[in-house]
């Protein structure tokens, strides 16, 4: 009788106890200092390593709190958690930054779950997503498994999946150092079709990739990966433990920034004819050919212009930044929408593993218009979506492309290709 009585008391309680707003997920997309993730399987514990940006603030008024939920959509977590002062190895870096490191059992965290984790004061505002004191993290069984984690130059965790061609890094194993097996393969890097292209007319991917060429290092030896494509990692083999692949993104150059003349033209094609790229791709001085295109758009004024370029490559860099898969952020669907028409003022995340893209004043007339990615996860881009496509949104989209290209409202009025104020 007496548990009956505590289970009714239990059940009153939750029914009255207040739900979580659902969260916004569009900060999460805004450029600037983000808090940064990564996990490393331990034993029967989860290792999550952080870098808050600066000015990091921690302590009274900041303390480091987790909740696991069970979905995006969720109106209850499944737990609340603070991880104490003295359990977060705090180091100071370069610039402000700090790296955070501790471990949570791996029997609170069921694969599925979704961990949100906050440095933010606790009277914050709980739907918006602050990019520099909040990140999630989807706990995939692949997240929960996987026994490595890699290493920058100073042995610090990378924190992303994408290096630079001829960059150091390192894999870092629990245990016993392992060997790591590597094989690049041959990927097209194509960029995202228009949001009303027919589904049916899109190409067939390949079913399996062309494996170009592979290598082992010895357990220990730092990478250095001197052609850029899709490398797949495969970590394990020594002392029983069990092989685990990671897939890594090797790009020339500055990646995610643009610094050459012919990357500068490959992005105009969300914007331009083909016959405009090959006039500028054919002209000798690639550099000065970018710079007449946008001044061109500006008519002659170079203020505009300059800002044009700030614009439009600012959004390529952070969704170079943000979508990386197994090609350049900006060639993915996200990548598409987000350097075409800015990021989202609004992000859903549901249940069934979609995103949804709000623009309160991008559909006809100025009215509201939803754009929806489906995750389609594989072992090379595990967090990849891929646009729901409908023939409905041919006449935005031409529209949102002029707004880039009509002189007289590229900067000024109510079309300006503008991204949004920091929160």
């Keep these: 009788m007496q548990v009956r009585s505590l289970l009714l008391v239990v059940f009153v309680l939750m029914a009255f106890a207040p739900l979580a707003p659902r969260p916004d997920f569009a900060g999460l997309y805004r450029d600037g200092p983000h808090l940064e993730v990564d996990t490393r399987r331990e034993g029967d514990s989860l290792r999550l390593y952080l870098r808050l940006p600066s000015p990091a603030r921690l302590g009274p008024g900041h303390t480091l709190r987790l909740t ?26 370069a610039g402000g930054d700090m790296r955070l490191s501790f471990c949570i059992a791996t029997a609170r965290v069921p694969a599925g779950a979704i961990l949100q984790l906050t440095t933010a004061p606790a009277d914050a505002k709980d739907d918006y997503q602050e990019p520099s004191t909040t990140t999630w993290l989807r706990l995939t069984e692949a997240v929960l498994a996987r026994p490595f984690v890699l290493t920058d130059s100073t042995g610090q965790p990378l924190l992303r999946r994408y290096v630079q061609a001829n960059e150091a890094f390192g894999v870092e194993s629990f245990g016993l150092m392992q060997p790591v097996r590597w094989k690049r393969y041959a990927v097209t890097p194509t960029p995202a079709l228009p949001p009303m292209t027919n589904p049916a007319a899109m190409p067939a991917g390949p079913r399996t990739l062309p494996l170009l060429d592979s ?24 002392g029983g433990m069990p092989l685990r692949t990671l897939a890594v993104l090797v790009a020339d150059n500055a990646y995610p920034a643009l610094t050459t003349a012919s990357e500068l033209i490959e992005p105009l094609r969300y914007i331009t004819t083909s016959e405009e790229r090959k006039r500028i791709t054919n002209t000798r001085d690639h550099k000065r050919a970018v710079d007449r295109f946008w001044l061109d758009i500006a008519q002659g004024n170079q203020r505009l212009g300059k800002d044009l370029i700030r614009r439009y490559y600012g959004r390529v860099t952070t969704a170079n930044r943000l979508f990386a898969a197994h090609k350049a952020g900006w060639l993915t669907d996200k990548g598409l929408l987000y350097v075409v028409l800015g990021p989202p003022p609004s992000v859903r995340r549901l249940f069934s593993g979609e995103e949804r893209w709000f623009y309160p004043d991008g559909g006809i ?17 595990p967090d990849y979506y891929e646009l729901v ?3 409905e949104y041919e006449m935005l989209w031409y529209a949102a492309v002029e707004k880039w290209r009509t002189p007289t409202t590229a900067l000024t009025g109510p079309n300006v290709p503008s991204d949004l104020p920091a929160r």
């Design 215 to 238: 290598a082992t290092t010895q357990p220990g030896e730092p990478l250095r990966l001197r052609e850029a494509g899709l490398y797949a990692l495969r970590v394990g083999g020594t």
């Design 68 to 93: 696991a939920w069970p979905s995006y959509e969720a109106k209850m977590p499944l737990w609340q958690d603070s991880i104490p002062r003295r359990q977060q190895h705090p180091r100071p870096v």
């Design 389 to 391: 496509r409908r023939p």
């Design 365 to 381: 007339d100025g009215g509201p218009i939803t754009y929806t990615f489906r995750p389609r996860p594989s072992t090379f881009a």
